[in-house]
């Protein structure tokens, strides 16, 4: 469900959809977007009161982050995977490590990211691992995907150890055998820089570990939502509408009513899964998932196809918007909700 208008927030973000082309062209990283977020207290948002932040619940943050992925979804993703990381850090285990981490997360003195897809849905050979020392763990291998990990401090980031158990834990950027890869060369979403990071013998003391070795320490993440990745195909089928809705003719009209309409449809049964389904319903959250892709989808290539020849150029908005929702097929996305993509794909 979408808040109340704040005129402070929606200045930001005019500021951010009018950079959005440019920073997709050049790639350039969204610190200039992340710095207008800051300036209206976004840092806080996903912070606790008590270290200095505002206390946000789920349904809020996915509301925020949907209207920054209707200006730019680069800089949403970015933004949100460094929430994604502060929420891991609330729930740890480690008091010590949170209690210093926070307050500044809040102030935004430092920056961070997540580094979990090895440990949830990607199934990259040469995955991060961890084993077990006498002072704490040691690190080899691969973390393939972490969105802006060449501007973090430090990554929260998970590994499994002997026996098949994960530890998630503070991962410095600069400590010996860290190495960020280069910006992957993605077909979008450039600007969010994403990057593979490489440990070789990493040697991290218990003070930087936040949870586990446990079999249950993926669960720990606080202010998550049953369909968290919901925000970006709702936030690109918004931007799709915006230029649609710029093309004076009676197919824009109509198929921006029919879309507008499918979009509030969606909206409110996101809303309604995530009070109610269980996360782990193989149907009906796959089943959603993938119609949000498919609104996503078709919503941006009808704003291509109203703005004809002039959005194939790469520096339309309509194309850039085509383009990141194929980011929807890929991201976070379990077979169960492969295996629905496919099956709308292909009908």
Request: include cysteine; hydrophobic fraction near 45%.
């Amino acid at each position: 469900m979408t808040s109340a208008p704040d005129p402070i927030f929606e200045s930001a973000l005019a500021k951010i959809a009018k950079r959005a082309n440019a920073l997709d062209q050049s790639g350039t990283w969204v610190a200039d977007d992340l710095a207008d977020l800051a300036a209206v207290g976004a840092m806080g948002w996903a912070v606790p009161a008590e270290y200095g932040g505002q206390d946000l619940d789920g349904f809020a943050l996915q509301d925020r982050y949907e209207q920054i992925a209707a200006a730019s979804l680069a800089t949403a993703l970015a933004f949100s995977q460094r929430d994604a990381a502060v929420g891991f850090i609330e729930k740890a285990e480690n008091a010590k490590l949170r209690d210093e981490l926070m307050p500044r997360l809040a102030r935004n003195e430092v920056w961070t990211t997540i580094g979990i897809s090895h440990i949830t849905t990607s199934t990259q050979p040469g995955a991060l691992t961890a084993k077990v020392t006498d002072d704490g763990i040691e690190l080899n291998g691969t973390i393939p995907w972490a969105t802006g990990s060449g501007y973090s401090d430090f990554l929260v980031a998970a590994a499994r150890v002997h026996g098949g158990e994960p530890v998630i834990f503070v991962l410095p950027t600069d400590r010996p055998g860290v190495r960020v890869g280069e910006s992957l060369p993605l077909a979008a979403l450039t600007a969010a820089h994403t990057s593979a990071v490489h440990c070789e013998n990493v040697r991290l003391g218990r003070d930087l570990l936040l949870t586990g070795p446990a079999a249950d320490a993926m669960g720990g993440r606080s202010r998550s939502v049953r369909i968290g990745q919901a925000f970006a195909a709702l936030g690109l089928t918004v931007g799709a509408l915006r230029l649609i809705a710029k093309i004076d003719h009676p197919s824009a009209k109509a198929a921006h009513e029919t879309l507008r309409g499918q979009l509030q449809e969606l909206r409110q049964s996101v809303h309604t899964a995530n009070e109610h389904v269980d996360p782990h319903d193989l149907q009906t959250v796959p089943m959603l998932r993938s119609e949000l892709n498919s609104l996503a989808l078709r919503a941006t290539h009808a704003a291509v196809t109203l703005h004809k020849g002039t959005a194939l150029r790469i520096d339309h908005p309509a194309q850039r918007l085509a383009r990141e929702a194929l980011f929807l097929l890929v991201w976070s996305s379990p077979m169960s909700v492969v295996d629905r993509n496919l099956e709308l794909l292909s009908s």
